[in-house]
Each structure stands twice: as structure tokens, then as C-alpha cells.
């Protein structure tokens, strides 16, 4: 079984963004730059399935600038077989619709039976690319997974939902977008480091795969939003239900 | 004019409060709301949806290829509806992106996720980079393909004067994907998202046993219990009770964190609550930062005390 794993190049989460000056975007410049945590949980979850020899091959893809490079090497290190850049030139990253677009035209390239991705990117937080590509390949789709089993020809997903959890079954090949409790991504080891320096990466671009990436959405502006004030320390219990019951009239 | 298309939640007998919520952003953008009702055995949920005030008409799509609101189905059946309409709404759970996208890419449209604020007919705000930031973008695409954050829009009334009902009796079934079992937490406290007062427990918690300390004062005062990701992911809670930017987000008119540290995760999921209380042990909490009343101690010695004195301060 053959598994595509899309991976985005992302701000590290650990670091707070602020948007430039003129409020025209988030300012990028000079930021440490990761794996989107949400697709490092699809890189791990493809290669436990390589090492139950449930999977026999997985390819990884990311669409973005040259760097991230960097983010599939990382993805290699931690026990991918393959990459695939998709440079996008320029400073404006494209949107999920044209990241669907694109995957569908490697999907269609590569003939995975499974395709794993993140339910959502800490950027944009759109939460869309996964069920775009679904849409587009006319495959199944199970997003927010939590638990993932291969049963024959289907995947059995467990998605975390409002209420609690839903089991779906989907007929391979299926697109799954992986929630947080999934599993814990591993980290590589130098020699698999090394290794990975050597593991092929094809580079095309958006026009190798005929893929109209103009933007549908402009961003007129970015800003911080107000926050929560803060208020006061109370000295006991007594002093908090009478702030809440006089004070802020909400008991 | 603007004829704008709400997609229900619902489980075939009660519409799910985020969809009311939906259907006030919808009348922010046209006068003109018509209202999808999906599903399997749902004639009491359409009946319902047809007394949404401001709803014009309701779509009635009775088949048990629709029972579970699996997206495959979903999308083609609202495909197969959207001629005509400016905006499609669904509001901004699980189930709206687990459909609104996938209709999005059948329509060819960019959709826009979780929307707090209507600017015009193609200007939104959203929130991204967990809400450190707030996007105000304009959409180009012909159709407008939105989730709607529930928090940021009140609950549509109710009207005795009800909607007319279309019904479809065409059946999408994409036959390559099928329900397996539904494992939903059942709690006879108000649904985490809509209820005026929710405690939350982190991992100061210790146990889920001690979650009863939050439960018992909850119930005084007719709340929802939440929990931080990191008491979810210590096993002391069940996911469905997180709150957070990759659990649920909540704007309650009190908000009771309780041996939280106060994540950007978590204050994410939160901040836009009316009134917030934090209890913690340590003074250096930065939930304390975001709290408008902050209490430091021990919560097992002031949650039984918070108990104890409740009575006498609620109606």
C-alpha cells in the first residue's frame, strides 16, 4: 500500500506573530519555520503503518517556497521514502482550494490508496484542504482522526467529534486528516538524519502541474485582537461570590 | 436580492443550538434564509426549523442516506441545491467543516472558516494563528462558502408563524463511505457551547474523580463543565469536553478556570468569555493575566467552600 502524506511548512508553534506595521499581514520575517504539528502526526501515523508492514511505500508533499525543503527532509529523517516539492514562487502563499488542486494532480500522478494530512494548518486554521482533495478526487474522507486502522480494503477511522467520538468505515483509497491524539510524532535520529540527505526530492511548480493558483480571497488587513483585561485578585471565597453576585451580576 | 442557504445541524429530532446561532449571521447578510434540514427520520427536526424566525423556507431531505450527516452525501446534495443563493452558512463544529469545504470544492469556491464578524456582503473577519490574530479578508468567488463561530452571533428567536417546506426526494449516496457506531458523552448538563456558565478543569485537577468538585457547584448554577487539553490529554477527561482552539470555543457569561495554567490554547477557546475566574495555587498562573476575578489557593479547600456558600448568593 502506497501512502501520500502532505506536509506544510509553517511558523514554529512556540513562537507569537504579530501582524507588520502597516497591518497589511503577519509579519514573517526572521521566524523559526516548522512542520505544521497537525501533518507531523500524518508523517508518523504513515510510517507505524510501514513498520506493522501494513504500508510499502510513502511519498511526501509539500506546496510552498524552496525552504520548505527543509520541512520534507525533516519528514524523510523521521522514515518517509520520497519527496515532492511544489515551488510556489513569490511571497503570498496559496490558498486551500489551490492546494487541493494541486494534490489532486499528484494524487492522479502517484495512485496512493491512502492519503494522510493535517485537519488543519496553525497559520491559517482553515481546516479545508483535506476535504477539498477529497472533493476533487471523489474519495471518502474521515477528518479529526483519533484512532486509524487498515482492514483489508477500507480504513476504519475514529473521529473526534462535538459530542464525543464517531467510527466510520471508507473505502481505500480514502483522505484522512489527523487530529492531535492520533499519536506522538517521534523524533529523527542522526543517523536517520544523515540517511535522509541522500532520499530523492523531485522539484516542479504550480504551472508543471497546470494548476491556476490566483488567490480567490484578498486579506485587507491583520490585527491583534483586544484582550480580556485584567482585573482583580479576591482575598477568599466570600469576597469572589460577592464581586460575582454585586459587582459583575452574573451568579 | 440576497437569498442566503443555511445547511442544519441537527440529530434528526432536535436542530443543534450552533445552527440558531447560524441563522442570525445569515439575516446579517439578506432577509432572504432558506434552511436545510438532512437527515433520517427528521420530521421533528424540520418541524422545528420551520419556526426559526426569519427562515423562509425549509428543505426537507428525509432518507437514511442522510441519517448521519456523512459529508459525501451531504455534499452532493447541497450541491445539487445551491442555484440561486449568494451565501451558504453551516455554523463552525465538527460537522460544518467536515461538509462546507467538501461543497466548496464541487463549487469550485475558496470558503471562509469560522467568520466572528460580517463586515458586508463579502467581508469577513476570522480568527487564525490560534486568535493571536484577527484576518479581515473579501472573498471574490460569485458564492460564499462560510462557517459561522457560534459564539460571536446570538441565537435566532423562534416564530409561531412557520416556514413553508420543500421536500427533496432525490437520494445522493456516494456508497463509499458508511457510519460505523456514534460514542457520545451523555450529560444532563447544557451543551458546553451554548450554556451561560462553564468550569473548567486542568490538570491541577489531579484525577477525573475530582471533576465532581466542579460538577457539584455547575449544577447550582445550571452550567457546563469543560476541561484544558492538558487535563484531556492526562486522561482525566473525555475530548469532547475540551475547550480550547482544537476543542470546543466557549463565550459563556462566566467562565470558571480551575487549576489552569492558562495556554494560549486554552485562552483561545475562551477569552471572548463575558466575566472569567481563575483559581489556582500559583499566583504566577498566566490565566490570572486574562482573569477578571483571581483567587489563589488550593482549589480542593475553596471549590467545597465555593459549594458550600453558593446558596446563599444565587436567587
Do not use: W
Amino acid at each position: 500500500m502506497k501512502i501520500l502524506v502532505s506536509i506544510k511548512r509553517v511558523v514554529d508553534y512556540n513562537v507569537k506573530v504579530r501582524p507588520k506595521t502597516n497591518a497589511s499581514a503577519v509579519d514573517l520575517s526572521n521566524l523559526k519555520m516548522s512542520i505544521n504539528p497537525f501533518c507531523e502526526i500524518a508523517v508518523e501515523e504513515a510510517i507505524r503503518l510501514k513498520e506493522k508492514n501494513i504500508a510499502t511505500e510513502i511519498v511526501v508533499v509539500s506546496i510552498g517556497p524552496p525552504e520548505a525543503q527543509e520541512q520534507i527532509r525533516t519528514a524523510l529523517a523521521m522514515g518517509a521514502d520520497r519527496g515532492i516539492l511544489i515551488k510556489v514562487e513569490g511571497e503570498s502563499e496559496i490558498e486551500p482550494l489551490a492546494v487541493a488542486k494541486c494534490l489532486k494532480a499528484i494524487y492522479d500522478a502517484e495512485s496512493p490508496d491512502l492519503i494522510l494530512m493535517g485537519k488543519q494548518s496553525i497559520d491559517g486554521d482553515n481546516n479545508q484542504t483535506g476535504q477539498m482533495l477529497a472533493a476533487l478526487a471523489e474519495c471518502p474522507q474521515a477528518t479529526f482522526a483519533s484512532e486509524l486502522c487498515i482492514d483489508g480494503g477500507h480504513a476504519v477511522v475514529t473521529r473526534e467529534v462535538d459530542g464525543g467520538l464517531q467510527t466510520v468505515r471508507l473505502v481505500l483509497p480514502a483522505i484522512v486528516t489527523t487530529d492531535l491524539r492520533l499519536n506522538t510524532p517521534r523524533y529523527a535520529s542522526l543517523p536517520n538524519i544523515m540517511k535522509a540527505k541522500k532520499k530523492p526530492i523531485k522539484e516542479m511548480s504550480t504551472d508543471d502541474l497546470g494548476v491556476d493558483v490566483s488567490a480567490r480571497v484578498t486579506i485587507l488587513r491583520v490585527d491583534v485582537p483586544a484582550k480580556h483585561a485584567e482585573g482583580v485578585k479576591v482575598a477568599d471565597v466570600d469576597e469572589l461570590l460577592d464581586k460575582l453576585k454585586n459587582e459583575a451580576k452574573v451568579i | 436580492m440576497m437569498s442566503i442557504l443555511v445547511i442544519a445541524e441537527h440529530d434528526n429530532q432536535n436542530i443543534k443550538e450552533a445552527t440558531l446561532h447560524t441563522v442570525t449571521a445569515a439575516l446579517a447578510l439578506g432577509d432572504n434564509v432558506d434552511i436545510l434540514v438532512a437527515g433520517f427520520g427528521c420530521a421533528a427536526a424540520i418541524t422545528e426549523a420551520t419556526s426559526i424566525k426569519g427562515v423562509v423556507k425549509v428543505y426537507a431531505a428525509d432518507h437514511s442516506a442522510y441519517e448521519h450527516q456523512l459529508p459525501e452525501n451531504m455534499a452532493l446534495l447541497i450541491k445539487e441545491i445551491t442555484f440561486g443563493y449568494s451565501h451558504i452558512l453551516m455554523s463552525a463544529t465538527t460537522t460544518g467543516k467536515n461538509i462546507i469545504p467538501r461543497v466548496a470544492a464541487l463549487m469550485d469556491v475558496q470558503p471562509i472558516s469560522d467568520v466572528i464578524s460580517i463586515e458586508s456582503q463579502d467581508t469577513f473577519k476570522r480568527p487564525i494563528y490560534a486568535g493571536n490574530i484577527t484576518a479581515t479578508v473579501k472573498s471574490h468567488d460569485a458564492v460564499r462558502l462560510i462557517t459561522v463561530r457560534a459564539t460571536a452571533f446570538d441565537a435566532a428567536a423562534f416564530t409561531d408563524n412557520p416556514a413553508l417546506v420543500e421536500v427533496i426526494d432525490k437520494v445522493h449516496d456516494f456508497k463509499k463511505s458508511e457510519f460505523i457506531r456514534d460514542d457520545l458523552a451523555v450529560s444532563e448538563r447544557p451543551d458546553l457551547t451554548s450554556a451561560k456558565v462553564v468550569i473548567s478543569g486542568g490538570r491541577g485537577m489531579g484525577n477525573s474523580e475530582n471533576f465532581k468538585l466542579l460538577e457539584r457547584v455547575a449544577d447550582k448554577l445550571g452550567g457546563a463543565v469543560g476541561a484544558s487539553r492538558a487535563a484531556v490529554d492526562a486522561g482525566l477527561a473525555p475530548n469532547s469536553m475540551q475547550v480550547g482552539q482544537t476543542g470546543k470555543i466557549v463565550a459563556p457569561e462566566l467562565y470558571i478556570a480551575v487549576g489552569i495554567s492558562g495556554a494560549i490554547q486554552h485562552l483561545a477557546g475562551m477569552k471572548d468569555s463575558k466575566i472569567i475566574v481563575a483559581i489556582n495555587k500559583d499566583a504566577d498562573a498566566p490565566i490570572f493575566k486574562t482573569a477578571d476575578y483571581g483567587l489563589v489557593a488550593d482549589l480542593f479547600e475553596v471549590m467545597p467552600e465555593i459549594n458550600e456558600k453558593l446558596l446563599k448568593y444565587i436567587d
